[in-house]
RNA sequence: GGCCCGGUCGUCUAGUGGACUAGGACGCAGCCCUUUCAAGGCUGAUAUCGCGGGUUCGAAUCCCGCCCGGGCUACCA
């Protein structure tokens, strides 16, 4: 039997890090197998649902190349793959079990569920209100509207094996008469998902741990339609540094957020799926080594807590190696970045000649744009004070004589380069600490920056010639 | 309160009865390299494996109790 999982997240704001993570290992695991991996919307939550959320969803997948076989926008045999285009479906799931006896139809009005709830609190504050089974044997009531019940079994208990946590088993007792469809006939999320997870085949649901006490109930429903199981697995959460639910309050936690940092899409998979399975010491994993390594055997039971500075770390490892990121796909994703700094009107070939200055320092895309800011101007942007020090009057002559020393240099690349000012050094009496520091600035306004004759070779003959003249004019007016 | 789940360096983790004087990674400190910043190399500090009992020649690994933490407890998902 062929594998099929699926990812359905409900479109109620961003699409945030956690569900990535739940989105990978399902993922992963289709792609593993050789299976299907399809996207499902839950958005039967519409108080909350948006479309423009759908949209964020979708986007974020499609960037983090976690495609899908089948689902939104690409369609599939069993769809629609959004559950209010699916209401008919629900409707029918419910009424089938209706007929068997195994649900109901219950007329209680939220008010009178409520002043049940309350009664109960007043006598004993710590009780949890179980809906008591009013409407079990009540006639139809057609005038009425209601809600569909499930018949809960009061005796025997369910028990699963999940692919992470082992046997696990819930009394049935623990079950109350859960409501399958709302009176305006929009289901619930176990009935939801049970009927689609069904009709759409999957054969096994991957999941954060917080839907664990949701499975009891949902293994119930599969038994009621005599619908054969699907597996279980479920992944622990990632919580904030603090040990809260990780939020916006704790800084970056969607997708989009962090594509907008410059983070290469593989490296953040690299990090997500890093956190709650290991594959022995490996740390850095490109995308197919994941597909090939990944198991449900080595996933953590334990919760674990988010840690940006590993999550930058792992996103630098992934930059500067170009078996993780090509040199043509660092090009392709440091432009955007190029271009929100106001640069323009430079070449591809101009960007691929200037990467390999910052490829083993950047941390980021954000950070290589910055880094290369000074390639793309017609004459760098001097921005911290440190490096308006050194362009003072004393140094404004140096500045001139590198710049003569170097101006018939052949050819003009960095070897040839530091030969011919090594060659000016000895003659001038001078070391190269002397002067490599106005010249760093002249050249890129930083007091870092990579390499000279690097950055030498990168600006060309007359682009650098030109900073060091300029630099020592400005550096003679400036009076000190 | 009830039901379910978890507990190894600050953090992510290795570990499934002997190779554990508990390993790796991030972070941190120092040194080397060096024209700057990174990268790289080396060194170091940080864990009585939540606590207490057992079982065993031997336990982070098995059993029991306790403690602590988390999830859920909706006509949310």
Redesign the pocket.
Known sequence: MTTRLRF???PTGYLHIGGVRTALFNWLWARKTKGAFILRI?D??Q??STTESVRVIVDSLRWLGLGWDEGLDVGGPTGPYTQMERLALYREHAERLVHAGKAYRCY???EE?EAQRAALKARDP??????PGTCRARRDEPAL?F?VRFRSPEAGAVTYVDKV???????NA?QQD??LL???G?????F?AVVDDMTMGITLVARG??????T?PQILLYEAFGHPLPEFAHL??M?A?N?E?LSKRHGAVSVGEYQRQGYAPHAVLNYLA?????H??Q?VFSLDELVQAFDW??C????????A??F??IN?EHL?TPRLTSDAAYVDQVTPFLHARGLEGFERAGVAGAVPLVR??ATSFVDAADRLDFVFRDRPLIEDAAGAKFLVKANASRLRDIASALESVEPWAAPAL?AATGAWLAGAGLQ??DV??PA?VALTGR???????DVLATLGRRRSLDRLRAAADAAEASGS
């Open positions: 359905a997240p409900s839950e039967t939550d108080e909350r209680c009005t939220k569920l710590k009780a949890t209100f179980r809906y509207p809600v946590f082992g046997a696990v088993t819930t009394p623990a859960f409501v709302r009176s305006d929009v289901p619930l999320y176990n939801g741990r917080d839907h664990m006490v949701n009891p622990p959460m919580l540094p040990g639910k890093r956190f709650g399975w290991s022995g010491d740390e055997e080595h953590n039971k334990a919760d674990g807590k988010f840690d500075k590993k930058l770390a630098h500067k083993e320092r530091e190269i600490k490599a520091q760093r007091t870092a920056s990579p390499g000279l004759f």
